[in-house]
């Protein structure tokens, strides 16, 4: 009998064309904290405190107080072998695109080149007053940080209350409905719209694979418990074995 990482290789190498969507969980395992699991960033800190459009407008210093520090540290931060598992599916021809919650960047530093990022990046940083844009970690020290003609610098990310940047809604909705396989790692499947990409994908006819720590959609044709760092380097590996044996 075949493992269920022998099936998903399978189906990955012959069902085409396959896309991702990944969440928090991915880039756990680079030392970033979550946000809605146990222990995760918003039971810490309150998100319509220290995360929302409204709030940022008002004090800043509230979200530059638990963003401050990664933007800063941006380039110490690495992708693991679950993002490097991505790029290398999509150096295969095996992953057509990778549709992102994250706003860390992982995904690009692992080499991915067809990414949707539908929250935004930390890396890219803007002045409210004048739009002058920076890149993180480069930017004036402070808390908040201001930008020469003394605005508020804000990364381009989405806060709570915003709109998400609608190309790359329209984006994810697309690559959602075009494709055959959607591997859905480390996500809670909880912030809309993204909890319902793979039930778009499913009900255009695709399979979905979840890997996950805990099951997050009930409709996933595949379930791998695991670590997306585990779990993705073993598919990729059986994929070379088939395409060894081929």
Not at 72 to 84: E, I, K, V
Not at 95 to 117: C, F, M, P, W, Y
Not at 145 to 155: A, E, N, Q, S, T
Not at 172 to 199: F, K
Request: glycine share 8%.
């Amino acid at each position: 009998m075949e493992s269920v990482y022998e099936q998903v290789a399978e189906l990955i190498a012959h069902r085409q064309p396959c896309v991702a969507l990944t969440g928090a969980g991915i880039s756990a395992e680079s030392g970033i904290p979550t946000f809605r699991s146990k222990g995760g960033l918003w039971e810490k800190f309150d998100p319509t405190v220290y995360a929302s459009i409204e709030m940022f407008r008002k004090d800043p210093s509230k979200y530059w107080s638990i963003r401050g520090e990664f933007i800063r540290n941006y380039d110490t931060t690495s992708p693991n072998p679950g993002h490097l598992a991505l790029a290398e599916l999509e150096a295969m021809g095996l992953l057509r695109h990778v549709i992102t919650q994250n706003i860390d960047g992982l995904h690009r530093k692992a080499g991915s080149r067809s990414v949707t990022e539908i929250h935004g990046s930390l890396r890219e940083i803007f002045c409210v007053r004048c739009g002058k844009e920076y890149r993180a970690p480069k930017i004036p020290e402070g808390t908040p940080p201001l930008c020469d003609c003394g605005g508020v610098l804000k990364p381009n990310t989405v806060l709570f209350g915003e709109s998400l940047p609608p190309q790359a809604l329209a984006t994810a909705w697309r690559e959602s409905g075009a494709c055959r396989v959607m591997l859905v790692i480390g996500t809670s499947a909880v912030v809309q719209p993204a909890a319902s990409l793979p039930s778009v994908a499913k009900e255009h006819g695709a399979a979905v694979v979840e890997v996950n720590i805990e099951r997050a959609f009930a409709g996933a044709d595949f379930f791998i418990e695991e670590k997306a760092g585990t779990a993705l380097p073993e598919i990729v590996t059986e994929i070379k074995k088939r395409n060894a044996i081929q």
